[in-house]
């Protein structure tokens, strides 16, 4: 069984950045897919980023070209760098690992953008 733990999240100002980082334990997550989901205020959990085993990535159009997901898999860690954030980026961001019809999450971490 896959833990995943998120760390990196907290308070930004509108155009500034942050990076989410995914601990992962338990199994070698490299022949998982590895995603970031985030529930904004009053909104449904929503796919941000998602890469696969073979480092192909996909984003949902919101953060395209602002965010950038990636993954080491020595380390069982997966990231996500977050540019240019801005208010509705906000909620809590939940790192993700599918694999052998298994999907597991973490716990979440808090991302509050605002002036």
């Known amino acids: 069984q896959v833990h995943l733990v998120e760390s990196g999240g907290g308070l930004a100002q509108p155009g500034g950045s942050l990076t989410l980082s995914c601990t992962a334990s338990g199994g070698s997550i490299k022949d998982y897919i590895m995603g970031w989901f985030r529930e904004g205020p009053g909104k449904e959990r929503e796919l941000v980023a998602g890469i696969t085993s073979g480092d192909s990535t996909n984003y949902t159009d919101s953060v395209r070209g602002r965010f950038t997901i990636s993954r080491d898999n020595p380390t069982n860690m997966v990231y996500l760098q977050m540019n240019m954030l801005k208010p509705e980026d906000t909620g809590v961001y939940y790192c993700?690992?599918?694999?052998?019809?298994?999907?597991?999450w973490g716990q979440g971490t808090q991302v509050t953008v605002w002036s």
């Open positions: 993700s690992a599918y694999g052998s019809n298994h999907l597991y």
